[in-house]
Every structure is written in C-alpha cells, then in structure tokens.
C-alpha cells in the first residue's frame, strides 16, 4: 500500500501560480510513478502530468505544457507539480496517483494509489 496526500491547492487569480505538494507514506516510494490528475465538476478526470520512478522523464497533458512542471524528491517521498500562468480552465481537484507500471501511464485506471485531492481554484 502507498498513501499520497496532496497539499497547496486554493485560490488564485488568472496568471498567477500554485505549487502542489504530494507526499507518500507506505511502500517504497521510488517503486512507482507519479501521475497528477484533475477533475472539474460534471468533466471526467483528465490526466495532467506524469514523472518517471527515477524523476529522470517527465510527460505533460498539452493543455498543460509549458505551464506545469512535475518534480520530484525521492529522500522526500514527495512530488511536486508547480503551475504558472494558471487559467479559469484550470480550476479542478487536482489528484496525485501511483502507478507501477514503467511506461507511460495517462489513464486513470493504469494507477493503484490515489490521494483525496486539492482544490485548485483560478478565478478570472
């Protein structure tokens, strides 16, 4: 079992930027990849971004690229997703995920693990 806890959502206005926290407990924590996930009221969750066991390879959502920064600290057991320029289109519960799969995993039902989420909020 992996536990992840999501930390730093809350409210932004447009163009301005959040850093969120996800923090594991459990098994050995650079067993898996992380993936972060968002979903907005009445929309599907959608994948965001995605960061390798070693932190050495990192994937992006397009809507999402160039904006979104995924990292990580394995002596930390935590990943990072740092979010500039943030839109009104942003706005979500933002989710962490742990995936044991070694390629690169974008759908939901590829991750084992889940946090509970954080509001992220981006007003116009």
């Known amino acids: 079992q992996v536990q992840l806890v999501e930390s730093g959502g809350g409210l932004v206005q447009a163009g301005g930027s959040l850093r969120l926290s996800c923090a594991a407990s459990?098994?050995?924590?650079?067993?898996?990849?992380i993936g972060w996930f968002r979903q907005a009221p009445g929309k599907e969750r959608e994948f965001v971004a995605r960061?390798?066991?070693?932190?050495?390879?990192?994937y992006y959502a397009d809507s999402v690229a160039g904006r979104f920064t995924i990292s990580r600290d394995n002596a930390k057991n935590t990943v990072y997703l740092q979010m500039n320029s943030l839109k009104p289109e942003d706005t979500a519960v933002y989710y962490c995920?742990?995936?044991?799969?070694?390629?690169?995993?974008?759908?939901?039902?590829?991750?084992?693990?889940w946090g509970q989420g954080t509001q992220v909020t981006v007003s116009s």
């Open positions: 995920a742990a995936s044991a799969l070694t390629r690169t995993a974008v759908a939901p039902g590829e991750y084992l693990y």
């Open positions: 960061i390798s066991r070693g932190g050495g390879n990192a």
């Open positions: 459990g098994r050995t924590f650079s067993d898996y990849a």
